[in-house]
């Protein structure tokens, strides 16, 4: 794997020429209860998430399970509407538009799903799945659909005899390929990638995360990289996320995050990450409690009912994301 270090690093000061702004975005979900279902209650997964993202960069999102990650990127294809906010894509706000006026602007937006093997339909030949939406969007079809998706076969890695075999002829590495080439097809400027390796081995992933980062040199792709695994994270992302209970904790390029965490949350995350160095000892970071209800979130900073600084304003009034060094933003009073 080419060392993060070789990765070139991009500037975190303004998001004036980005393909991906988001501003304050939103998702509720209303549940219901008793019977009849009367009481409505809601879920906050995501409430008030900002970021931007630049072509030829990857931001990172992190966090536990249920903290809102793949709900962010779901909402920014507008696979769910959001609940508040403002989404804009290569310049065009796209939050209230209808779906006869999104489906030109999707394709400029793609997605790699986490599972490689229920993200295609197993009725098609791998030259179908692929070929598929140069059809929808009438970008070419016979001999021509067939040469640009076996175009698109060699750029991944897959090959000519591929292309007739069905999706569970196929290991996960190379059904992880397939829907990267699905997902290129169509050219986009951005792409959401939802766990994309954590269903593959390890030198598999090592494979996939190399042939993503060649493929964002290529085409100036701009990811939305979303994991729970810190060193995959730490590898591929220029800039890093942390999200914790729907919100954005910290914020910073890699070197600044895994060098100087500043949000407890994060320090937490990285403590309790393997560390392959056994003469090097970490400060072991133990939460306490478990992560609280969205439905009722915690006054005040969301992480302090888990967090050994907490102090009477942290449960008074929830802490701003402000940037505490150039390029490094948290939302805590201590830092």
């Known amino acids: 794997m080419i060392s993060p270090e070789d990765r070139p690093e991009t500037s975190t000061s303004t998001g004036s020429d980005s393909v991906l702004e988001v501003t304050g975005l939103k998702k509720y979900f209303t549940i219901r209860k008793g019977f009849p279902s009367k009481r409505q209650d809601l879920v906050h997964a995501v409430d008030g998430v900002s970021f931007f993202i630049r072509p030829r960069e990857t931001l990172g999102l992190v966090g536990e399970s249920g903290c809102g990650k793949t709900t962010v990127g779901k909402t920014v294809l507008r696979l769910w509407p959001p609940s508040g906010g403002r989404v804009k894509l290569n310049g065009r706000d796209i939050t209230q538009l209808r779906e006869s006026e999104l489906r030109p602007v999707r394709s400029a937006m793609q997605m790699i799903f986490q599972d490689p093997y229920a993200s295609l339909n197993p009725r098609l030949s791998a030259e179908k799945i692929v070929g598929e939406p140069l059809e929808n969007y009438r970008l070419a079809r016979g001999r021509e659909k067939r040469r640009r998706v076996l175009e698109l076969f060699n750029r991944v890695g897959l090959g000519r005899e591929h292309l007739a075999k069905h999706p569970h002829e196929f290991s996960g590495g190379q059904r992880q390929r397939i829907g990267i080439a699905r997902a290129l097809a ?147 009073y201590l830092s």
């Open 186 to 332: 169509l050219r986009p400027s951005l792409i959401v990638a939802d766990e994309p390796v954590s269903a593959l081995d390890v030198s598999v992933q090592a494979q996939v995360l190399n042939l993503l980062i060649s493929l964002q040199e290529e085409f100036g792709l701009a990811y939305l990289f979303i994991s729970h695994d810190l060193a995959v994270v730490n590898y591929i992302s220029h800039r890093i996320a942390v999200m914790y209970l729907g919100r954005i904790v910290e914020l910073s390029d890699r070197a600044g995050l895994f060098g100087s965490p500043l949000h407890p949350y994060t320090q937490a995350l990285l403590a309790a990450a393997p560390e392959p160095d056994p003469r090097r000892r970490l400060e072991m970071v133990l939460l306490e409690g478990d992560v609280p209800s969205p439905i009722n979130p915690p006054p005040g900073c969301r992480f302090q009912t888990r967090c050994r600084y907490a102090e009477d304003r942290c449960r008074a009034m929830e802490p701003a994301l402000r940037e505490v060094l150039p390029g490094h933003w948290a939302a805590c």
